[in-house]
């Protein structure tokens, strides 16, 4: 089959994405094979081509999200039937979604909305499970309370699918950084209640919209650069949920007298550990899936970069790198 891996090029000495063909894998008892409609990029794509290097040559199949249509089904398979289209966003530990087919864990694929394109579709998966585990599963949101909620990097790709989830789903009240005036206009399209500017002091901007702080933080962006500005904003007994690594220390010493805790949330954990619970992720992109369904929930595919081939996904990583994009890229899947 066709696929387009991260390999080092020792003549280039450097790691390039190249088009190869690959051996079909075979298919686990629970495990579906989808032919790969279309693919949207994350930060975690760059992120493992980084780990790719002169002793680490590859190559490597990336592409944490993906739609499409199963084709195949393994003997156990119990959810899905061949010919179902399809969206998820995949193991971190197996091949990803950057090829003609891939082989993929039932209990982590979602039935794909029926109003949606497999390029819409493909916008969701990683975010939406991202958003939705910090949401819930981290921050323990009460639905019916009116928590006041900062969202850091709000017009990111996790950003835009949790303003929604929030507004959709609770009760919140929704803050959100944003400085450009296209990202303030995209974040309020999604229904944020209000933006604020990720470069000035967070607790000034909430105080002057007349609020005295914010009870949970959902940080989508460096945690180091926002640190300090959260510890000033976030109430007593308030949590920060992260997605982001850090390469340099944190002060925790500033959560201290509030009691605050810091969180993080990686969604690829329950498929890397094979937790019991990883068939939540299924009901999880099903349950939001309903809500894009009747289209209380957009899909957030913002840039459209055409079929996938070496040269638009390249360009789609460096778009991604340059921490300047809105929502989704998006690409469709290999032509034949």
Known sequence: MKTIAAIFDSKLKKTILQTLDAESL???????????????VNPVDYKVKKSIHSENPGPRVLGWDASGVVTEIGNKVSTLKI?????????????????????????????KPKNLSFKEATSLPLTTITAYEAIFEKLKINPKQKTKILIVA????VGSIAIQILKQMTNAIVFATASREESITWVKKLGVDYAIHPKKD???QVQDLGF??????????????????????????GNICSIVETDSPLNMNLLKSKSNGYLNEFMFTKSMFQTVDRIKQKQLL???????????IIPTNHIDLGEMTEETLTKAHELLESGKTIGKIVLGGFTK
Do not use: M, T
């Open 202 to 204: 967070f607790l000034e």
């Open 286 to 296: 099903e349950e939001v899936g309903g809500l894009v369904a009747e289209g209380k």
């Open 154 to 157: 709000g017009a990111g790709g």
């Open 212 to 237: 005295d702080g914010v009870n949970e933080v959902l940080l989508f962006s460096e945690p180091k650069e926002h640190f300090e500005n959260i510890s000033k904003v976030l109430l007593p007994f």
């Open 26 to 40: 075979p298919l686990g008892d629970y495990d579906v094979r989808v032919n790969v409609k279309a693919v949207s």
């Open 83 to 111: 010919g179902e289209e399809v969206f998820y966003a995949g193991d971190i530990k197996r091949p990803g979604s950057n090829a003609e087919f891939q082989v993929v864990d039932e209990l982590i694929v979602g039935k």
